[in-house]
Structures are given as structure tokens and as C-alpha cells.
DNA sequence: TTATATAGTATCGATTCGATACCATAATCA
DNA sequence: TGATTATGGTATCGAATCGATACTATATAA
């Protein structure tokens, strides 16, 4: 068993990445976790761009999460959109200086350095060592995979092209399947 | 190039860790950045047990970092000795309570269980990819390593059970050179 | 001896975070 | 239909993080 050494590895890593991302953020005033709420509503679809969904992303209660959203409206990086059926539902959309931010600072740039000295088989070797590792953590707490369409149970191929969501009932376009969703759930 | 891909899984899996790490830390007044100074105080060797040195290894101002350790030195995680020869130096040892936390909470039972789920090949090939990764991003960043002894340019094997270090210029045990070291370099 | 560097602490203000209380809308059910 | 309950979201408060700054004590260099 190499558990401890596994979960030395991954808190380094997400350290330094926390480090890095105080000392981007802190040149506009944001913090670590407004810069990953914001990531977070870059990625993901319609069903999931909502306070409480970000809140399950986070794992932390919606009222933290309120605050966090409610300095990133104020700077100018996100909207807040009323849904049309449900009026106690707001969608947060990224303004265009929101993107901006993201693509500047995400990943990071020392991370985007470090990256490129890893070889192409060792970038694929990674990505899908990282890739069991976080289903399987997710799986064995029973919590939400965040995953995109295309490898959740509930999303059904009609052509090229054209998806179906079998849970929402809703037709999906091939952009929309490459985003994360709160429903996502493993094809098993 | 997959780095965004490996940027979210590293920042998701932080992520969760850090949240098993509040929820834990919770139950004795502890804060995630709190646990993570005592883990890595429990893992390090006797050049590195100050202050400074986890300032480094967590990459936080000094300031912050003391008032991390008052914090765990009150509650009676650890306790600080005035090193002999320096005297403007304190060692942070931990006590039997700060040894005994450790071991219930780190790794997080959430992790741990998700472990036992992985295939000894997954493991191996996931401690391997973590390595490679984190490596390298220390060495593009000319980041202090943190590793073990063993890996050390400036260990050296006197014979078997005896080892010294170049650096310090003094002997080292066995049990001594698998703890992590500030001054730690990778062999080239 | 004087200056400078280093290890560490103390204090302050801005911010996170959870807990609690609260409001508005939706869903349930008698 | 009308009352109750559930849900999404916000506001406020207190405890804690975190960096910046200023400070003390010891060690090193000039």
C-alpha cells in the first residue's frame, strides 16, 4: 500500500499550485478559491453554472459561496442571470474580462512551464493515473463526479453532432457535451 | 500538450483533500494549513524542524507561520527547543498528541479507503507519475525539493547503515535519511 | 566595534469560512 | 385551494488565515 506516499504527492503538488495561484490572484485582489470558483464556472454547462452547484464543486456551504460570488460580480468578472423557470435560481456568467483573467492566469504560468518539460507519453501516463485516482476517490465517498457528458450514464448519441441528456429530457450540442456538469454521473 | 487537463485533476484532488482536511481538523479546533505544518514536522529531519524551514515548505511569509505554530504549540501538538549551537534557532518537536492526531487523520479516511480500492500496478504507476510531476516542477521553477536524503546529491554511503552528508558535513543513521530535508538537492 | 544578515515574534487589516438566521419561490399534500 | 415543507440564495457574525510591517535577539562580516 502506498497511500501515504500517494497522498503526500497530491497535497505538494496542490500546494504549490495554491501558492502560485495566491500570488497571481493577488495582483487583482482575488483569492485562491475566488480564482477556482471562477475556473470552475468557466467548465462547466447550463445545469451547473448556479451558486449551489458551485458551493457542491467547492465543498463548502453556499453561504461562503455567496460571499466568494458576490466579490467576483463586484469586480466585474461574473453576471448574475435569473432562470426563466425557476425564479430562486440564478446562472452566473462569465464577462468577457472574467475570461480574460482565466486565460492568464489558468493554469499557471510555472505550471504551463513545468508541463512542457514532461514528455507526450508521460503527459498521457499522468492524465490517466490522475484520471483513476480522482474517480476512484470520488466513487468510494459517494460524492459528485463533475464529470463531462461525454462519459455520463445519462447522455445518449442521436447523430452526429446531436446529444440527448436523458436526465434533464433535453437536447445537448456537441459543445455542451465537452462541459462539466453537476448530474454527471460515471457510465458504470 | 495536456496541461490543462492535469492542472484540473491536481487542483480537484487538492481540492478534496482539503476539504477531508477541514472537516477532520474541525473536531479539535484544527485548520487545514495547520495539519499540513504538523504533517510535514513529523516527516522532516533535524535540519529542517524551524520555523523557517516549513515557512519554505508551505510557502508562506514567516509571520504566518508562527502564528500557525502557536496555535498547534498551545494545543499541545508540538513543542519548541532552542537549538544548542544557534541560539536565535528553535526545533519543533512533536508531542505524543501531535503523533497520535497525525496518525488518525493523515491520510483522511476517505483517502485511505479510496486507496485500498486501486490495484498494486495503479498505485506504483500513480506514486511514479506524481513523482515525475512534482519533480519536475520544482526543478523548472528552482524550487527547494524537499525529498529524502536517499535522493540527495549530498548523500553519501559510508557503509551499510552508515551515511554522511557532504553538505552539513556530519554522519547520518539509517532511519535519519528517509525523512525530507530542506536542503534537499536532486541527484543530476 | 559597527554594520548587516538571519531566525523568529507581535500586531494590524483584509479576507475566508462555517453557523445561523432570514427571504423568496417552488413543490407537496391534506 | 391553502397550509406546510423544501429549496436556492443572501446577510451577518465570530473565529481564523494570511501578508505586511515593525520589532527583538543572535550571528556574521567589514
Not at 459528485?144 to 450514464?153: D, E, L, N, W
Given at each position: 500500500m502506498k497511500t501515504n506516499q500517494i497522498y503526500d504527492y497530491i497535497e505538494r503538488l496542490g500546494n504549490l499550485l495554491r501558492v502560485d495561484s495566491r500570488r497571481d490572484g493577488a495582483e487583482h485582489g482575488l483569492q485562491p478559491v475566488q480564482l477556482e470558483a471562477l475556473h470552475y464556472l468557466s467548465v462547466c454547462n447550463r445545469y451547473s453554472d448556479t451558486p449551489k452547484a458551485t458551493s457542491e464543486y467547492l465543498g463548502q456551504t453556499k453561504g461562503t459561496v455567496s460571499q466568494t460570488l458576490k466579490v467576483l460580480e463586484k469586480k466585474g468578472f461574473l453576471r448574475k442571470v435569473t432562470d426563466d423557470n425557476d425564479k430562486r435560481v440564478v446562472h452566473l456568467k462569465l464577462t468577457s474580462a472574467g475570461d480574460k483573467l482565466l486565460q492568464q492566469f489558468i493554469p499557471s504560468r510555472q505550471f504551463k512551464e513545468a508541463c512542457q518539460h514532461l514528455s507526450d507519453e508521460s503527459q498521457t501516463q499522468i492524465v490517466s493515473c490522475l484520471k483513476e485516482l480522482l474517480q476512484t476517490t470520488q466513487r468510494t465517498n459517494g460524492m459528485?463526479?463533475?464529470?463531462?457528458?461525454?462519459?455520463?450514464?445519462f447522455n445518449q448519441k442521436i447523430k452526429a453532432d446531436r446529444y440527448f441528456c436523458n436526465l434533464t429530457q433535453e437536447p445537448l450540442s456537441s459543445k455542451e457535451i465537452q462541459l462539466i456538469c453537476r448530474e454527471h454521473e460515471e457510465v458504470v
Open positions: 459528485k463526479t463533475f464529470g463531462v457528458c461525454h462519459s455520463c450514464r
